[in-house]
């Protein structure tokens, strides 16, 4: 009788034992797909920022194709309507439709000025309320330089239509300028233009990111 007793305990003992590796197993199935789900989602994060990384260039060719004026000659004009020392110019192709080109005058005070795409017009300017260091610190960076920002666009032009120049100093200070056919860096004393290694190195950081 006391054997018997002793065998239905061991046997309850284990069905308890089964269940509780059979919870533990259901567990691991349970968090298998949840972690597989985070992997896909994270793909598609990837995926949406490559389709935007896309759309983005694809909206800049469209407006450099639909734009008759230059970089060149847009930062030419803002320079006519607002003296000083351009560091700056943006196609914008947000609906905007206009070059934004940033102007640094003597003091600092930092100005945007819009140029209308298809007639060159002045369409107005903007004072930066911004801290106007920044300005400062690119009369700094473009002492002594050679090339202005006009001359770079001008310079970058035989890699393809310009639709974005700014002057990059982290670093060794230099032009920076988009074109429909990449990214280009300009000399500041020589105007020797050359491929931007760097963003093509920070493209793959982000790839494998």
Known sequence: MKRNIVIATVA???????GTVAAYA?????????????NVRVADDRDDADDATDDDATEAR?????????AADAIAAALKHTPGTAVAADLD????????????KSDGTEYTVSVSPSTGKVLGAQRDADDDNDGREDLAALKGAGVDAREAAQAAAAKGTVTDVDLDDDGPAAWSVE????E????????????????????????DA
């Open 12 to 18: 309850a003992a284990a069905l308890i034992g089964g």
């Open 26 to 38: 259901s567990g691991d199935d349970d968090s298998a797909p949840t972690q597989q789900q985070s």
């Open 179 to 182: 074109t429909t056919k990449g």
């Open 93 to 104: 192709d947000d609906g905007k439709d206009a070059w934004d080109v940033d102007v640094v």
């Open 62 to 70: 469209s407006a450099a194709a639909a734009s008759k004026v230059t």
């Open 184 to 207: 280009w860096k300009v000399d500041l004393k020589t105007g020797k233009v050359t491929q931007d290694h760097d963003d093509d190195q920070d493209d793959r950081d982000g790839d």
